[in-house]
């Protein structure tokens, strides 16, 4: 069994405690306006020179013996290994084998995830990480709908399978100007966070541009091309909706 890699990224700072070693893997079921990483997706060719990233085929015992080559920095630095996409959650059987094998060598292990898959596959895979980096994107569910392709029914109700099982979670909030950034949303959001006690920290992402060379370089058409980063008078007003929540919030970059 095999499973499609387009990036593994080495001492990532913003997956998960400690230095990790981030695996991308590739495909995705949501399809966001404001996608990042268009590498993952299911319709470019691995042999398009157009595509930056270099996809592999991994067997979950060759992945482990690359991401175990970094042990040494997880040791010293209490991180680990974070698996992201894309939806890392499509190669359940897969990841599920190399969840085993890291836990075997006691290296912290997360998933970075939408959280739209049947929930019982979900659930079993949660329960085999120390931590769940779950994306909280669009409450409303007809207008999750229109910017994800997909309703948040699924999503949520796998969100609060996290509570009743108590397994460590930080929520993950990308902000999208016009999107996902407006109060109502937001406020919705926390509503949602306040009823779920396994989460133990929000991050709240600001919008980078970055994705807008990706898209160029892959000659593929960006929904929202030509978006802004929030002011910092927008980023600190955002991060003061949050600032009562009793866990810890935090504003990447």
């Not at 992945?63 to 698996?83: C, R, W």
Request: proline share 5%; glycine share 6%.
């Amino acid at each position: 069994m095999k499973a499609e890699v387009f990036n593994i990224k080495k001492f990532s700072l913003h997956d998960g405690p400690g230095i990790r070693t981030t695996v991308f893997l590739r495909g995705c079921p949501l399809n966001c306006w404001w996608c990042h990483n268009p590498e993952s997706f299911r319709e470019i060719s691995k042999t398009d020179g157009c595509t930056p990233a270099k996809i592999k085929l991994y067997s979950s015992g060759e992945l482990f013996e690359e991401v175990y080559k970094d042990l040494p920095f997880y040791e010293e630095s209490g991180g680990g290994v974070t698996f992201s996409g894309g939806e890392p959650l499509l190669h359940s059987r897969f990841l599920s084998s190399l969840l085993d094998k890291l836990h075997e060598t006691d290296i912290h292990t997360a998933l970075d995830t939408s959280g739209y898959i049947q929930p019982e596959k979900f659930i079993n895979l949660a329960k085999k990480t120390d931590l769940v980096l779950f994306d909280l994107k669009v409450a409303d569910p007809a207008e999750h709908k229109k910017y994800t392709g997909v309703s948040n029914e699924l999503i949520l109700e796998n969100f609060f399978q996290l509570s009743k099982t108590k397994i460590n979670t930080f929520v993950r909030i990308p902000l999208i100007p016009g999107i996902t950034d407006n109060e109502v949303n937001l406020l919705k959001l926390k509503e949602l966070i306040l009823k779920n006690n396994a989460v133990k920290q929000v991050d709240l992402l600001p919008y980078n541009e970055f994705a807008d060379s990706k898209y160029k370089r892959l000659n593929m058409n960006h929904q929202i091309m030509g978006l802004k980063k929030q002011s910092d008078e927008k980023l600190e007003y955002i991060n003061n909706i949050f600032a009562n929540l009793p866990v810890k919030v935090t504003l990447r970059g």
